[in-house]
């Protein structure tokens, strides 16, 4: 048995209660990547499925996508395009608002980092409402791309974002998961 088989990834996540916001109960992987055998379970598990898969480009979006997008772009021996927020890439980019809970928000990708027909794996630490990755998501389709899965250490089922990104027609692949907000 291998240590991804073993490994609690639950355990090296820490929960910081009242983050960003009262009520909200953030979950840290910063613990889980900071340890070396947190990190490489992860990324092999979160690239598993996708091994033998048709991908082209790995996608991660602004910040903990950019870490684990990384490594299992360099693992699939494939690229890595990062979709940022707003403003903070230098080329010609195309955006997309998504909704947060007061206001809109914009991430932006540069209009020529996926290429027609590209198979493209998406990557965050985790899926919440699925706002943000349905903007990713859309920023690839718009780019010519086809989002061959969404793959998340964490997921929060009780907001729903899985099911939002399956009614997209996206395969979604999640590590584990946490109840509630
Ligand atoms: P959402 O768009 O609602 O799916 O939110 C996902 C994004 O917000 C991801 O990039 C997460 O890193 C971050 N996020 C949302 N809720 C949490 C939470 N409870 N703990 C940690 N990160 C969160």
């Given at each position: ?54 991908i082209d480009a790995v996608v991660g979006i602004e910040?903990?996508g950019f870490?684990?997008g990384g490594?299992v772009a360099?693992?699939?021996?494939r690229g890595f395009v990062p979709i940022r927020?707003?403003?903070?890439l230098?080329g010609?980019t ?14 932006e990708i540069h209009e020529d980092a996926i290429k027609?027909?590209d198979?493209v794996l998406l990557i ?12 990713g998501?859309?920023l690839i389709?718009?780019s010519?791309g ?36």
């Amino acid at each position: 048995m291998t240590a991804t088989h073993i490994l609690d990834l639950k355990k090296f996540i820490r929960t910081i209660p009242d983050h960003p916001k009262p009520g909200i109960q953030f979950r840290d992987v910063t613990t889980l990547i900071a340890d070396p055998v947190g990190l490489r379970a992860s990324v092999d598990l979160l690239l598993r499925p996708y091994i033998t898969a048709h991908i082209d480009a790995v996608v991660g979006i602004e910040a903990r996508g950019f870490i684990l997008g990384g490594a299992v772009a360099h693992e699939l021996g494939r690229g890595f395009v990062p979709i940022r927020k707003k403003g903070k890439l230098p080329g010609k980019t195309i955006g997309q608002d998504y909704q947060l809970e007061y206001g809109t928000d914009r991430v932006e990708i540069h209009e020529d980092a996926i290429k027609k027909g590209d198979r493209v794996l998406l990557i965050d630490d985790l899926i919440a409402t699925g706002g943000t990755a349905e903007a990713g998501i859309e920023l690839i389709r718009r780019s010519g791309g086809e989002v061959v899965a969404a793959a998340f250490i964490v997921d929060l089922p009780d907001l729903g974002g899985a099911e939002r990104l399956r009614k997209l027609g996206v395969d979604v692949h999640m590590l584990v998961e946490f109840e509630g907000d």
